[in-house]
């Protein structure tokens, strides 16, 4: 595996901290999104913008703390997306069978499994 | 001029996600969503994280958003005047405000290490390398992970005749 180049160090006015409070204000409105909405797609948008939060508090760590293997948290990003994916493709399914049996998507008029 | 761009980007990532929550009809929801997403696209550029800014632009611009916007096509949702919100509507915002607190306090009391400068641009090939040798067995689950994901959707999607 060849060494990252050292000449292309990029000078970037960044800190870690700046990207965290992004990170941390993209999941908390994923968070109430996803808690909030009756509509279940509306519910896994919010799901989405948490993995996409967890996504960039990942990358932000994974450029600014010193590791013996720098590119790991990139790899481990690329993960999160790929389950991220299949999520999304199994949940919007359930969606659509749920639509065709009951003709909502309203998660509180879905409580047949209520006991 | 960095930070300057962080800051633009950043206002688009929060405006967008902010939309989304706000917005009444689910499709505007939805295209905010996009805007939201390609704008993290651009932090990952500004982290220097090029390949992943590409894979968020192809896997979220391209492939979920159509699948959402397929899914509310399918479940005829646009309906403007029914209630979007559920009754937990105040619990909810209770729980992302505390936990946002929680956050912004943890990052604020915590001493990150300064000026480390480790953002080196990583080439395309260091990346391949290091998903198809070292990480090459959990990238083979990975795709395991995606065909039986996309099998299962067209088999719970897929409704054979007189079902109901």
Known sequence: MRAPMPDLLLTLALHLEEVLVLGAGLFALGLYLALSKRNAVGVLMGVELMLNAVNVTLLAFSRFVVSPRPLDGQVFAVFVITVAAAEAAVALALAVAVYKHRETVNIDELDMLRW | MTQVFFYLISAVVIAGALGVVLVRNVVYAALLLIM?????????????????ALVQVLVYGGAVT???????????TGELKEKLDGEQKPL??????????????MIMQ?????????????????????LFNRWAVPFEIASGVLLVALIGAVVIAMQEEGER
Do not use: H, K
Not at chain 2, 66 to 76: E, G, H, Q
């Open chain 2, 92 to 105: 909810a915002a209770v729980a992302a405000i505390a936990l946002l607190g929680t956050f912004l306090a």
């Open chain 2, 110 to 130: 915590t001493a990150w290490p300064r000026d480390v400068n480790q953002l080196t641009v990583v080439p395309f090939t260091d990346i391949g390398d290091a």
């Open chain 2, 66 to 76: 159509v699948l959402v916007l397929f899914a509310l096509m399918l479940t005829r």
């Open chain 2, 36 to 52: 939201s997403l390609m704008g993290v696209a651009g932090i990952y550029i500004l982290l220097s994280v090029e390949f992943l």
